[in-house]
């Protein structure tokens, strides 16, 4: 172990946010409500493995209610120049009455989420959730675990889960697939939407540098002989 110099010790404080959000993608969760009608959720905590995704979900959100009753959704991956779209339905809720801790930060019951953020909702292909028509990347997802967090905590347990989904078929718009490839997206062509402590942002424009790890052929992490989900 390295002591830090005097100067990098003078630079770091110990410090008690009240929010870790480091920066993440928001996805948009399409899912099914009891009557049918279509339900969309702005969120960020979620993560990639494979053709596996995470979600972290308030438990008490109608988008983690619908999923763990229909076992399915669609992760939409909105681009930076959809930002106004998902800040229109920020602080809204499918929960009819909303929730009191919702309540308590300004959220809103709103069942038509589709037309308050202007979007296009389109039926799943496989799943019976909806997809957002404007967003590049849509991705059809099935429940596989559910994984409950803070079950130690006191304060925090029964609040969340890590959901574990299965991506079962992937859209993607044209404009973002690399030339002449059928299967590959061009990371200089996808501008995801990020959410970093609750405020958005874009990346930069162009690469930061060569990457090692991008030597590694892309189809090398294809599953062989395997369906991708
Ligand atoms: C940019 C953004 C990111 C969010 N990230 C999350 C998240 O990762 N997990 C979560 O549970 N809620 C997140 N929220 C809050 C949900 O959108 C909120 O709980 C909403 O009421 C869910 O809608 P629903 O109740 O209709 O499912 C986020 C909201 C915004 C605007």
Not at 104 to 128: D, P
Not at 185 to 192: A, L, N
Not at 209 to 217: D, K, M, N
């Amino acid at each position: 172990m390295q002591t830090l110099s005097l100067s990098h010790r003078d630079e770091l404080a110990v410090i008690e946010p009240s929010i870790l959000y480091f920066g993440t993608p928001v996805a948009l969760i399409g899912t099914c409500n009891e009557d049918n009608t279509p339900n969309l959720a702005p969120m960020s905590s979620v993560w990639w493995l494979g053709w596996r995704a995470v979600l972290g979900l308030a438990v008490a959100s109608k988008t983690t209610h619908n999923m763990l009753r229909a076992g399915e959704c669609v992760i939409n991956l909105p681009s930076q120049d959809m930002v106004d779209a998902v800040d229109r339905i920020a602080r809204t809720t499918g929960t009819d009455p909303v929730p009191p801790g919702k309540a308590s930060r300004g959220y809103r019951y709103e069942k038509r989420k589709f037309e308050t953020a202007g979007l296009t909702a389109v039926n799943g292909e496989i799943v019976a959730a909806p997809r957002v028509l404007e967003c590049p990347v849509q991705l059809e997802a099935r429940v596989e675990n559910i994984h409950e967090m803070a079950v130690r905590d006191p304060d925090w347990a029964g609040r969340s889960r890590a959901i574990e989904v299965r991506i079962v078929r992937v859209h993607a718009n044209q404009s973002i697939l690399m030339e002449g490839e059928a299967n590959r997206i061009d990371p200089d062509k996808w501008r995801p939407l990020i959410m970093s402590f609750q405020q958005f942002y874009g990346l930069a424009p162009d690469k930061l540098r060569h990457s090692t790890l991008g030597e590694i052929p892309e189809q090398s992490y294809r599953p062989p002989n395997a369906r991708m989900g």
